[in-house]
T-cell receptor, first 112, second 115 residues
Framework: DQQVKQNSPSLSVQEGRISILNCDYT??????FLWYKKYPAEGPTFLIS?????DKNEDGRFTVFLNKSAKHLSLHIVPSQPGDSAVYFC???????????FGSGTKLNVKP | GAVVSQHPSRVICKSGTSVKIECRSL??????MFWYRQFPKQSLMLMAT?????????EQGVEKDKFLINHASLTLSTLTVTSAHPEDSSFYIC???????????FGNGTRLTVT
């Protein structure tokens, strides 16, 4: 049973617009969340994180929102750029910061 | 930045043989490494947590005799797929923990094909 779910396998956005990637989780014990970005033939690279004591974390063009009551988090990319085209994974952990459970990923395509 | 090297990137082997995959932290010491498996269009599934100098902790449903993990040093963990079968064909990826408060660093993964 997957504890972290990304229900949209793909997303296509025009350059300059906002990209919103969504992630849902089922385990209420999760208290630390990450977004990773993955290019083909490479390992995931860390993008942004958020702990459960916050509901928003911002880093440049990237903002992660956490809604604990809904067990939902989202990643906003504004403005989207063609170089953002990649697969984005959300991941969650409970207590043990680095024992993560991953979603299945969303492939973002930013069109020029 | 921290680099994790995973080798080989691709391997094709015959059914019944064993395959070893290496995961090295190149510029930091990793007391803990994690091994994942990914099927097409599915999530990275955590297989096991590897701690230097001790036995790996396997996730439920992962056969420890099938997937042997050794973490002999602070910079190297290995995953050996023993007596591989076609259903073991998958993408395997490792990650290394620099410290408990830093994000994980991932290898580039290994595509295993068992014929």
């Amino acid at each position: 049973d997957q504890q972290v779910k990304q229900n949209s396998p793909s997303l296509s956005v025009q350059e300059g617009r906002i990209s919103i990637l969504n992630c849902d989780y089922t385990n209420s014990m999760f208290d630390y969340f990450l977004w990773y970005k993955k290019y083909p033939a490479e390992g995931p690279t860390f993008l942004i994180s958020i702990s459960s004591i916050k509901d928003k974390n911002e880093d440049g063009r990237f903002t992660v929102f956490l809604n604990k009551s809904a067990k939902h988090l989202s990643l906003h990319i504004v403005p989207s750029q063609p170089g953002d085209s990649a697969v984005y994974f959300c991941a969650a952990s409970a207590g043990n910061f680095n024992k993560f459970y991953f979603g299945s990923g969303t492939k973002l395509n930013v069109k020029p | 930045g921290a680099v994790v090297s995973q080798h080989p990137s691709r391997v094709i082997c015959k059914s019944g043989t064993s395959v070893k995959i290496e995961c090295r932290s190149l510029d930091f010491q990793a007391t803990t490494m994690f091994w994942y498996r990914q099927f097409p269009k599915q999530s990275l599934m955590l297989m096991a947590t590897s701690n230097e100098g001790s036995k790996a902790t396997y996730e439920q449903g992962v056969e420890k005799d099938k997937f042997l993990i050794n973490h002999a040093s602070l910079t190297l963990s290995t995953l050996t797929v023993t007596s591989a079968h076609p259903e073991d064909s998958s993408f395997y990826i490792c990650s290394a923990e620099m410290d408990r408060t830093s994000p994980l660093h991932f290898g580039n993964g290994t595509r295993l094909t068992v014929t």
